[in-house]
């Protein structure tokens, strides 16, 4: 029995062990065995005689005394061939996994040293890796040691567990593997996809806000909007701005869908992400100066981590409000929204499980509250009917993820803690539009934008999941400060100024991300 000094607080011990053949040697085995169930993983170097039809007696005790299962593990003897030369696992096969244990250079007798072959030799490197496993998990128990040096050991003989080489090979790369920060890369998608539907979502609400005129809408990566458009033209009776259209009330719909992409970082595969969503809202309050509505909506979102073995999906439920004022040059606007995700993640590129006899599947499901707040100020430059926006723009967001646990993915499932995200971006831009083109009892305008902002804040999503109480700090991609953001939009409007539909297209740029948004809307005024 080995003692673990570095722990004295916390005995743990690996207790590696042959049987003898008396009464007494088997009770007080089996007194010892008992006792050190709770601190102890007690291995067994099964009989090296290959000729046995199944696993020795005291290799294979659990299947006589089943409280023993947990911290049991039987090892079997494996040439540098992978050629089984002991006893095969048999029924002890759950519990049971090869070791190298043929030509081993090990001490000896005295002082001296040689080569030697059995499963005496191989059971110490089995011992050797629960001690490191120790080390990187001082918080499991027993049990769940056991379950790590068999869930990561290499497959051989037939596949899955099999009567031969039970589990596999052991396997102290996999066993290592399993803290490597990618292991919780597909949670931090989350983040994105949440920022990435809320973006969406005030994109359109923006639009809205120039329904009637030559509204706009925005959409940014990991939820950072576009510069909203102001619905601005030039009174006729006066060269005061106001509203089109805009003295009555109106109902209105939004349908969009987007797609983003992020780059590949040293702790993540990238990522690309599809989000669709529909939109109604009222105008209820609508004047020649100001507008003020209210909105709901549904958004799917879908990531996928690059080459497609993780992905996550997020349903989200949208409420918002709007505000537009219109003064003699100046126009202002606000948007804020909250939404609620109800999110489901699919983790299959699991980081110590390359090549084991299962092939573990996580999964899990997540609640998140988010919000957003979009504003924008700036002047209408009247120009040869032509109309010239300078402005600036501040967009503040944030994202809650409650805790939750993984299942399915065997000893490698992760519990992932609550975590917080906050995010702001604010900076300059411009926007044209063009005069109405009138033709067959209807008018068509298009408008063009170009902005930059500099995202302040966490641009980073980050979730510390924990595997066997031991934490695993994932960091996600950074997509860079600088944002280049570029729009465009057909508005199209019967005569009557109160039926009008509306196509954009908007593109955002970052040093290791971009996104693209088609929307479309139909308004109906009363």
């Known amino acids: 029995m080995l003692s673990d000094p570095g722990f004295p607080t916390d005995p743990f011990q690996v207790l590696a062990a042959r049987t003898g053949d008396t009464a007494a040697n088997w009770r007080a085995a089996f007194t010892s065995m008992l006792r050190a169930q709770e601190h102890s993983v007690v291995i067994f170097a099964a009989s090296n005689d290959p000729g046995l039809v199944d696993i020795d007696l005291s290799a294979g005790l659990p299947l006589i005394l089943p409280e023993l299962r947990g911290p049991w593990l039987a090892v079997v003897n494996v040439d540098g061939n992978g050629v089984l030369q002991s006893v095969h696992c048999g029924s002890a096969a759950q519990f049971c996994l090869a070791g190298p244990g043929t030509g081993i250079f090990s001490s000896d007798l005295g002082s001296s040293y040689s080569v030697k072959s059995g499963t005496s030799m191989a059971t110490p490197h089995v011992a050797g890796a629960v001690a490191i496993a120790r080390e990187m998990f001082p918080r499991a128990t027993p049990t769940q040691l056991a379950a790590l040096i068999l869930q990561t050991a290499t497959d051989i003989g037939e596949p899955g567990v099999d009567e031969e080489f039970g589990w596999g090979m052991l396997n102290l790369g996999n066993i290592a593997a399993t803290l490597d920060p990618r292991a919780a890369g597909a949670f931090a998608f989350a983040s994105a996809a949440q920022f990435e539907a809320l973006g969406q979502f005030g994109s359109a609400l923006a639009a809205q806000l120039g329904s009637g005129g030559s509204g706009g809408s925005g959409v940014g990566f990991a939820g950072q909007p576009e510069a ?72 799917r979102s879908t990531t996928h981590s690059r080459g497609g073995a993780d992905t996550s999906e997020a349903r989200g439920f949208h409420l918002a409000a709007y505000a537009d004022w219109t003064g003699e040059a100046i126009f202002a606007r606000a948007v804020g929204q909250v939404g609620m995700f109800d999110q489901t993640f699919l983790r299959r590129a699991i980081p110590g499980a390359v090549g084991t006899s299962a092939t573990p599947v996580g999964r899990s499901q997540a609640s998140s509250l988010a919000g957003e707040i979009d504003g924008r100020l700036g002047v209408t430059l009247p120009l040869a009917g032509h109309t010239i926006q300078p402005y600036v723009s501040f967009v503040g967001r944030f994202r809650r993820t409650e ?51 500099r995202v302040m804040g966490s641009r980073v999503a980050g979730f510390d999941a924990q595997l066997l109480g031991t934490r695993i700090a994932q960091r996600g991609v950074d997509p860079g400060p600088d944002v280049l953001r570029v729009g465009s939009e057909l508005v199209l409007q019967d005569a009557n100024e109160r039926l009008s539909a509306t196509l954009a297209w908007n593109g955002r740029f970052q040093r290791r991300a971009e996104s693209h948004t088609l929307s479309a809307r139909l308004r109906l005024a009363f």
């Open 403 to 453: 805790a939750f646990q993984e299942t399915g993915a065997g000893i490698f499932s992760l519990f992932v803690p609550g975590s917080s995200q906050m995010q702001a971006e604010a900076g300059p831009g411009i926007r044209w539009a063009s005069p109405a083109v009138d033709f067959g009892g209807a008018s068509a305008r298009l408008a063009l934008d170009l902005g930059y902002a």
């Open 228 to 299: 909203r458009y102001a619905s601005l033209r030039l009174d006729e009776r006066a060269a005061r701005v106001g509203f089109a259209a805009n003295r009555a009330g109106a109902l209105w719909v939004t349908a969009f869908h987007g797609r983003a992409r992020l780059g590949a970082g040293p702790a993540s595969p990238g990522m690309r992400t599809r989000a669709d969503g529909v939109i109604a809202g009222l105008d209820v309050l609508a004047t020649e100066d100001w507008r003020l509505g209210a909105a709901a909506g549904y958004s």
